[in-house]
């Protein structure tokens, strides 16, 4: 079964300003051939050789399509990356959540070839997303977890049981599911939410049932600081 990756890359990642005046947090460099970016979709490609890659841009988008320019990727804009947030950035690729498999990724994660391979291109019957129950940081998209699914994600939580790592794997009728909400949501004028944010309303309005499955233990990181790259950078190293 064919999986379609929807990347998320719009985003200007204002974290690590001043880095990201001129480069787009996804074209942080790894190693000296191989960025954030580089480093996602080459790892999807070696695990999926059949894998459908759509790359949505908006920040210094020329630049990252330049960037994996020989990658045979699909690039999709989202031209109002500046007051939207990544709900919108879907909604610009909803055509995709079509698609009998569906991963969507953030486009500044680095996730080891292990999570790579064992969750990110292994075709899926279920709706789950990925947490580290290992990762307590109050701030950041976490969830609650009860009996491997999940109750509600959000950065407000003051309790929470792990933080969400940045990949949704939906199978095709949740992935169906996922677009009419996006679109309700974007028709509510609700186009600066997160793309999660419309798994909850489903999870807390529709009896949504949204699976979680644990990755504590192993190596990923998403790069919102200085710390992060670095961080990135040794799991990239250990994989190279």
């Known amino acids: 079964m064919m999986v379609t990756y929807i990347i998320l890359a719009a985003g200007k990642g204002s974290n690590l300003n001043p880095l990201t005046l001129k480069y787009a947090k996804t074209s942080y460099k790894l190693d000296e051939n191989t960025t954030v970016l580089q480093r996602m979709v080459r790892g999807i490609r070696r695990a999926d050789k059949d894998a459908e890659i759509v790359i949505v841009v908006g920040y210094l988008a020329e630049a990252v399509k330049k960037e994996l320019g020989e990658e045979n990727v699909t690039f999709v804009k989202n031209p109002f990356y500046e007051v939207t947030n990544s709900i919108s950035s879907i909604w610009f690729a909803r055509d995709y959540l079509e698609r009998e ?140």
């Open 101 to 240: 498999n569906v991963a969507i990724i953030h486009g500044d994660v680095v996730f080891s070839d292990e999570i790579l391979k064992g969750y990110v291109t292994a075709p899926t019957d279920h709706p789950y997303v990925l947490v580290d129950s290992s990762v307590h940081y109050p701030g950041a998209y976490n969830a609650v977890v009860r009996d491997g699914q999940v109750l509600v994600m959000s950065k407000k939580l003051e309790q929470f049981d792990a933080r969400y790592c940045c990949m949704t794997k939906l199978d095709p009728v949740s992935s169906r599911l996922l677009k009419q909400e996006v679109d309700s949501m974007v028709d509510s004028n609700m186009y600066d939410q997160f793309v999660e944010d419309s798994l909850v309303q489903m999870i807390m309005f529709h009896g949504f049932q949204l699976y979680a499955e644990d990755i504590s233990g192993k190596a990923w990181a998403e790069v919102n600081g200085v710390d992060d790259l670095l961080m990135a950078q040794r799991i990239h190293g250990s994989n190279a």
